[in-house]
């Protein structure tokens, strides 16, 4: 057996003719002779130590070694032919070249050497056979190599039926590794059957199996063989486990690979019956339908040569590559942009005129504007003969083709801003396209998604362009004052190229990463607020102001649109319903105090359902008048008020302002009052930074006023003043309720009530000087909603008045002033003669523009904005 176990060993020795022999003992040239020295004999004196890196030997091993270091070379030197037993003994650290005793373990192997080659390069080659496990006892010698006295380990062995059973089944998981792993010689497993000494078997498997350095080691020290066997086993099943594993992963990529194989096979048989048929595939015919695609879209020179490599890399790609669908997108793309694609604008004044005439009533600076727009478009037209173009210059060529024009149109909610443009595109006789840009946070939503993204698409200009299919519609960017910003960019500044007329005629979405001309589109954007919108795309921008609506504007819109459309899409016919001028005005003062008309409309829809479920009930009959008193029959009862002007204002102390904000202008009440006290001053009502400045500069106005205002001197040193602007739960800012404070101020400390039906606006000084401020139309129509009849402005606001209309500066008597004793002595020196009273209506109290106002009486609501003032 061992004779069996040197052969299949030595079949990795390789004897070159360049080798030299220096050493071949009678045991190795006689290869039936069993004949070993005695080990004991040998041991009684001392053994020369060979340290090995990574490798451990085992007793009854045959095992070549190569040898390079000077001290190891050495070590053989000196002891052959005399000394023969030499121990070898694994290092603790591989990296360690040249180990010290401390650096090697304890237990190694006594080890013949049976041959020594000499190579050309220097090296020696050993040829040792493992013989008893050995235990250093002691260093005797560290140079020029390491010699140490040592004890032979015994083998422990039981003789009984366990052993013999785990013998059985290392034996079997032995057999089942060579299966598995093809590169173990079958004969190794008829060994290890006819192996008969528990010990023997042991160092064959553990010697024949990829153990780690530090394993190997550990089964070497055993002293007890079971305990080997034990530990054979477990690892046995764990290679076998992992062998089995590998051997499934491999089959199972082993039939993909043949799965594919043959599709692609049945492909290529399917491409030689069509052929022979006279049929094209599939991909033929995908590249041909994109070739004529491309010949007929009309691209760029740039775009042409982009989409013809791309097709080119698609011809040489097989239909099954997943790169194949991603190219056969970005071309369905390409060729379905409209590159070459108009609509015929229509440039007829009058027909235009008309059309916005019939969508909307007023807007007489809007309207009158995109009729300047038609009119120099006509006049560039009709007088094309007349140019020079031979002698042009490109960029005069190029301002004189593009659009040339961005509108913004900036209003409360409910103005038309929205259905302004789809007038406009019908009065041109040009697609529409509207584009929401609320909420978006992301800078590819606008310029798309680079190609190399899996799932990537073009931004949603160029999808709108796409569905559009022309190259110049009136494009809306709705609520272009609410674009977000993160992480991921910030869209308002991918806006800057789009809304530029010089950049957007080689705009560059991500996705197309090729030019395409936007100049011929004609944007519109609208917004809330300009605020929000940045200064440099607010520069790129025209920006129209659409204010408030008037009750006797919402009449006429009612009456003219709102009626019509409500009683149409509610399946009623016009001469069933008729609503009176003042149920109209009922419903417009009562149920829908607002900027715009949305609200209104939908007051109107919802009586005309009523109407429409009477009417389906069998109630058709004579046509329904609805009068003002019909009104709460179908809308229920009015808002209830908590209280009305007069009688909030016949008390000393309350003084009535007006604020602007996004939804329009509303009225606030400011609300003052003292109590005793040491120079103490309270604001409350959620009021911002520059609105606590502007009433700590009205109080001290006041203070510096009050000899000639009849106040005593010490009365501040006794007194602490509290100053109350309701609705709470709203954040409140702005300098313009300057005057307003410093009126309440002075009425609670002259105990002069304020003249009723009056409101005020304007920023204060602390010399007494009123600053202009702005929103003076949409603050002054609020003041009109509510029934007020003077207003205090500032006088270099005169100018702004001529934004009033007609009808609303006929109802109201306006007080202009330039310091604050003009104001207190127009809100407090009056009498009651001066004051005609008129019929008092019900007004909401001092709130924020909307109605969640009420709602949300007495919560903290951080997430509104501050109502400027």
């Known amino acids: 057996m061992k004779n069996e176990l040197k052969a299949l060993d030595m079949e990795d020795w390789d004897d070159d003719d360049d080798d030299e022999v220096l050493f071949e003992s009678e045991e190795f040239s006689d290869q039936d002779s069993d004949e070993t020295l005695q080990l004991d004999a040998i041991l009684s004196d001392d053994l020369p130590v060979l340290p090995l890196r990574g490798v451990v030997v085992y007793p009854m091993m045959w095992l070549p070694l190569p040898i390079g270091q000077k001290r190891s070379i050495r070590l053989v030197e000196d002891n052959l032919p005399s000394n023969r037993i030499i121990a070898l003994v694994t290092s603790k650290d591989e990296s360690v070249e040249e180990p010290t005793p401390d650096q090697i373990h304890s237990v190694g192997t006594a080890a013949q050497i049976h041959r020594v080659l000499k190579t050309p390069d220097g090296t020696i080659r050993l040829l040792v056979q493992g013989m008893e496990r050995v235990r250093i006892l002691e260093f005797i010698q560290e140079e020029p190599y390491l010699r140490a006295r040592l004890e032979v380990i015994p083998e422990i062995v039981e003789d009984n039926l366990e052993m013999e059973a785990l013998m059985r089944a290392v034996q079997e998981l032995f057999r089942k590794l060579i299966d598995l792993e093809p590169q173990m010689p079958d004969e190794l497993a008829v060994m ?15 010697g024949s199996m990829r153990l780690k350095t530090d394993e190997s080691q550990k089964l070497l020290e055993m002293d007890n063989v079971h305990d080997k066997l034990m530990r054979l086993i477990a690892l046995l099943k764990k ?80 239909i099954q590559a997943a790169e194949y669908s991603v190219i056969k997108t970005y071309l369905d793309l390409m060729v379905s942009l409209p590159w070459q694609k108009f609509t015929q604008d229509n440039l007829d004044i009058p027909h235009a005129r008309t059309v916005l005439d019939e969508d909307h009533y007023g807007l007489e600076e809007i309207k009158a504007r995109i009729l300047e727009f038609l009119a120099v478009r006509k006049l560039r037209a009709d007088r094309k003969d007349e140019r020079d173009e031979e002698n042009e210059d490109v960029r005069d060529k190029i301002r004189r083709e593009r659009e040339g024009v961005v509108l913004c149109f900036v209003g409360p909610p409910g103005v038309g801003k929205t259905s302004l443009g789809i007038s406009i595109a019908r009065a041109m006789e040009r697609k529409f396209v509207r584009l929401a840009l609320g909420g978006i946070r992301d800078e590819a939503d606008i310029r798309g998604f680079r190609r190399t993204y899996i799932g990537s698409m073009p931004g949603r200009i160029i999808q709108s362009l796409r569905r559009a299919e022309t190259k110049n519609p009136v494009f809306m960017l709705d609520e272009v004052d609410k674009l977000g910003r993160d992480f991921r960019g910030d869209p308002s500044s991918a806006l800057l190229e789009v809304l530029d007329p010089e950049q957007n005629r080689e705009f560059r979405d991500h996705y197309l990463d090729v030019p395409f001309d936007l100049s011929q589109v004609m944007f519109i954007t609208t917004a809330n607020v300009l605020d929000t919108i940045p200064p440099p795309l607010r520069d790129r921008m025209e920006i129209i102001e659409l204010s408030s609506y008037t009750d006797a504007e919402k009449i006429k819109i009612v009456q ?3 009626i019509p459309r409500q009683v149409k899409e509610n399946g009623l016919r016009i001469e069933e319903v008729k609503f009176t001028e ?6 417009i003062q009562g149920y829908t105090r607002e900027a715009g008309v949305r609200s209104l409309e939908r007051s109107i829809g919802k009586i005309c359902r009523k109407l429409a479920a009477k009417v389906a009930a069998g109630g058709a009959g004579e046509q329904t008048i609805i009068d003002a008193a019909d009104v709460v029959v179908y809308l229920g009862k009015r808002e209830v008020y908590s209280e009305e002007i007069v009688e ?11 604020a602007w904000t996004a939804t329009g202008g509303d009225i606030m009440f400011f609300e003052a009052t003292k109590v005793p006290g040491a120079k103490g001053f309270t604001l409350t009502g959620q009021l911002g930074d520059v609105m606590k400045e502007s009433a700590q500069a009205a109080l001290s106005y006041v203070r510096n006023r009050a000899a000639s205002l009849g106040i005593e001197p010490d009365f501040f040193t006794n007194t602490d003043i509290h100053l109350h602007i309701p609705a709470g739960a709203i954040p409140k800012d702005g300098p313009s309720a300057g005057i307003t404070m410093a009126t309440a101020l002075a009425s609670l400390l002259t105990g002069k009530p304020v003249l009723p039906y009056m409101a005020m606006t304007g920023e204060i000084t602390l010399r007494g000087k009123v600053l202009p401020i702005g929103g003076i139309k949409e603050k002054v129509l609020a003041a009109a909603r509510f029934g ?26 306006f007080v202009l002033v330039d310091t604050v ?49």
């Open 788 to 813: 007020l009849k003077t207003i205090i402005l500032p006088k270099r606001n005169e100018a702004d008045l001529d934004d009033i209309p007609e009808t609303v500066r006929k109802e109201m008597k």
């Open 582 to 587: 003042a149920a109209l005005r009922e419903i």
């Open 239 to 318: 290679e076998v486990e992992v062998l089995e594993l590998g051997r499934k992963i491999q089959s199972e990529a082993q039939g993909e690979m043949e799965k594919m194989q043959r599709e692609f096979f049945l492909r290529e048989q399917m491409k030689a019956i069509q052929k022979e048929l006279g049929d094209e595939d599939e991909q033929a015919t995908d590249i041909r339908e994109l070739e004529e695609r491309i010949a007929g879209a009309g691209m760029a020179e740039e775009a042409e040569k982009e989409a013809r490599r791309e097709l080119d890399r698609m011809r040489r790609m097989p």
């Open 821 to 869: 004793d003009e104001v207190l002595k127009a809100a407090l020196d009056w009498t009651e003669e001066e004051h005609l009273k008129p019929k008092p209506a019900p007004v909401k109290p001092a709130t924020v523009p909307n109605n969640r106002a009420k709602r949300n009486r007495g919560k903290v609501l951080p997430e509104l904005p501050a109502t400027p003032l």
């Open 192 to 206: 290890a059957l006819n192996v008969e000494n528990a010990t023997q078997l042991a160092y064959l498997v553990a």
């Open 560 to 562: 003219g649109y709102l």
């Open 648 to 658: 909030r204002t016949e008390m000393p102390g309350v003084a009535i302002g007006l």
